[in-house]
């Protein structure tokens, strides 16, 4: 590849400036929206595995991941950390011994239920610049983005 984007077509240089635009304003909408966190002392990641047992019950860490988009690794590593706050506790099950559920602690339900209003209120406020109709829009273009089938390496 060429530097500077010297050779590349007009439709390419669309392309490129549209996925750096798409990342910086999703890292940027995401640190503002999830600022109230850190004052919890959760990272996002924790508290995308509280909300998932919070609607969801008693999930296998494999089931987790999966719902989060998160390696089996990074997930034993934030159940782990939950686990040392007492907010989630892992039950060995009894069908099936090699799998373990993670379930929320009565502590972990008080802590989500403190935190969730904020953080609604957190991706309301971001997301109020864009009208109704903006708000349908972008929920196409992320679904037809985030539907695409996976490939290998280019």
Known sequence: MEGAGGS??????????????LLR??????ARAHRHLNREKLSFSQF???????????????????KLLKSARNITMVVDNLEKRGLVR???SETDRRFTHIHMTPEGRLLFEKVFPRHVA?????MRVLSPRELEELGEF?????????????
């Open 25 to 30: 304003a999703a890292e940027s909408v995401s």
């Open 142 to 154: 992320c679904r037809r983005l985030g539907r695409q089938p996976e490939r290998g390496d280019p």
């Open 48 to 66: 995308g595995v509280l909300e998932a047992l919070y609607h969801l019950g008693p999930l296998v860490q494999r089931d987790l991941a999966t």
């Open 8 to 21: 590349r077509s007009k439709a390419e240089q669309l392309t490129l400036s549209s996925y750096v635009k």
């Open 122 to 126: 957190g991706i309301l406020e971001e």
């Open 90 to 92: 892992r039950v060995r």
